[in-house]
């Protein structure tokens, strides 16, 4: 079965700290992993895939099979990456599962 | 249009009465899905549509959910007999998905249900 696992509800931290949001997955096979981010009133997008291997506004995210996890890092936190963050897991064909989700607070 | 549309934005009803919700995709996606975002429990999956076929229905959460999908565009989700448990708010989401990998998702901007 497919499952996705954020452990963290909240994450709080100040401006120009490095942030780290935790994802673990359980997938038999091999996985295609993204972060979504819901921003303060705008509609859910999303952020990066694990293929691309980009940089999205600082954001960074390493596949680690051994580990089955996808954390997603930035090394000094801005006010604006404020905002939801979940991340999801496809395990084949189109359907896509997300995890609970980690609010990051980042306060001035 | 633009993006995804969902209609109603805001649904209250009471206990016992259908609902239905409507999703319009953006043009030309092929593969629409169904979310259900709940406060603390991130997002359920409901049901995926490539075309008009729905390959995965595993996520309804009884047989009062059911959902179609009509001329590869529009979609509906009907829930009969709400429960207050329904209580939510409602995502649909398209993409190009072509062959494997569901591709990127664009969302649409919800329909909260509030089931009194």
């Known amino acids: 079965a497919q499952r996705v696992t954020q452990p963290e509800k909240l994450l709080s931290v100040f401006k120009g700290a490095p942030v780290e949001l935790k994802c673990n997955y359980s997938?038999?096979?091999?996985?295609?992993l993204f972060w979504y981010v819901q921003y303060s009133r705008q509609r859910l997008q999303l952020l990066l895939r694990?293929?691309s291997r980009e940089s999205i506004k600082g954001f960074t995210a390493d596949l680690n099979k051994g580990e089955t996890s996808f954390h997603l890092k930035k090394p000094f936190a801005q006010e604006e990456d404020s905002a939801m963050y979940y991340c999801?897991?496809?395990?084949?064909?189109?359907?896509?599962?997300f995890g609970a989700g980690t609010r990051l607070a980042v306060h001035p | 249009g633009a993006g995804v549309s969902q209609s109603p934005s805001n649904k209250v009803t009471e206990k016992g009465k259908d609902v239905e919700l409507r999703c319009d995709p953006i043009?030309?996606?092929?593969?629409l899905y169904w979310y259900r975002q709940s406060l603390g429990q991130g997002l359920e999956f409901l049901i995926y549509?490539?075309?008009?076929?729905?390959p995965d229905k595993s996520g309804l959460p009884s047989d009062r959910f059911s959902a179609e999908r009509t001329g590869g565009s529009v979609s509906t989700l009907t829930i009969q007999r709400t429960q207050q448990e329904d209580s939510a708010v409602y995502l649909c989401?398209?993409?190009?998905?072509w062959g494997r990998g569901p591709g990127e998702l664009f969302f649409g901007e919800g329909s909260r249900l509030t089931v009194l």
């Open positions: 694990h293929i």
């Open positions: 043009s030309g996606h092929t593969a």
């Open positions: 997938y038999s096979g091999s996985p295609e």
């Open positions: 999801a897991l496809s395990g084949g064909y189109n359907k896509l599962i």
């Open positions: 549509f490539q075309g008009n076929s729905a």
């Open positions: 989401a398209s993409s190009l998905a």
